[in-house]
């Protein structure tokens, strides 16, 4: 299953809304996680199943979407969020990612 | 607290092998499903690997397949990934990752892997 991520690179300023678009190639459910990665870090788990938000994840991250289309919107961006953003597949082996995207700051 | 160690990584030639550790701690290591993932440097993230609490199961992406084994000691709450016929694409740093729900909810730092001559 191919992850498509939308757009490569996001660039925004703190407080704006930020929109990040994530399309499989095929229908996958609700079987989609989000991660946040920051130069040199490990990825952070966001979301899972499409719109659960993962322990301690701040309540402006809110994911939705099922089948092959899927967002996580971040509802006023915070200095800390300016990272980059993967998705990933849970319906099927082998497990995939999206190619990301970068939230950048403007 | 989770944590999760990786070792093992360093310099190798075109052709030769290596093997990855990860020490997992402050959980039920048996009960949970364990995956490798890499990141080249500059790229995205790829899944190369996912096995089963018990080790009965195992997953592997085709571009490894063949040629990566993944396997676990459960007694020694350690993750191995073992890497024949490496390839200059197998750069990366490595990092395993526990599965929880349906995603993986911890990560270790990972371990660097370079193939050169």
């Known amino acids: 299953i191919v992850l498509t991520q939308s757009p490569a690179t996001l660039s925004l300023s703190p407080g704006e809304r930020a929109t990040l678009s994530c399309r499989a190639s095929q229908t996958i459910t609700n079987y989609l996680a989000w991660y946040q990665q920051k130069p040199g870090q490990a990825p952070r788990l966001l979301m899972y199943d499409a719109s659960y938000r993962a322990t301690g994840i701040p309540a402006r991250f809110r994911g939705s979407g099922s089948g092959t289309d899927f967002t996580l919107t971040i509802s006023s961006l915070e200095p800390e969020d300016f990272a980059v953003y993967y998705c990933q597949q849970r319906y099927s082996w082998p497990l995939t990612f999206g190619g990301g995207t970068k939230v950048e700051i403007k | 607290e989770v944590q999760l160690v990786e070792s093992g990584g360093g310099l190798v030639e075109p052709g030769g092998s290596l093997r990855l550790s990860c020490v997992a701690s402050g959980f039920t290591f048996s009960n949970y499903d364990i995956s490798w993932v890499r990141q080249a440097p500059g790229k995205g993230l790829d899944w190369v690997s996912a096995i089963t609490g018990r080790g009965d199961i195992t997953f592997y992406s085709d571009s490894v397949k063949g040629r990566f084994t993944i396997s676990r000691d459960n007694a020694k709450n350690t993750l191995y990934l073992q890497m024949n016929s490496l390839r200059a694409e197998d750069t990366a740093v490595y990092y395993c990752?526990?599965?929880?729900?349906?995603?993986?909810?911890?990560w270790g730092q990972g371990t660097l892997v370079t193939v050169s001559s």
């Open positions: 990752a526990k599965h929880w729900e349906r995603s993986s909810d911890y």
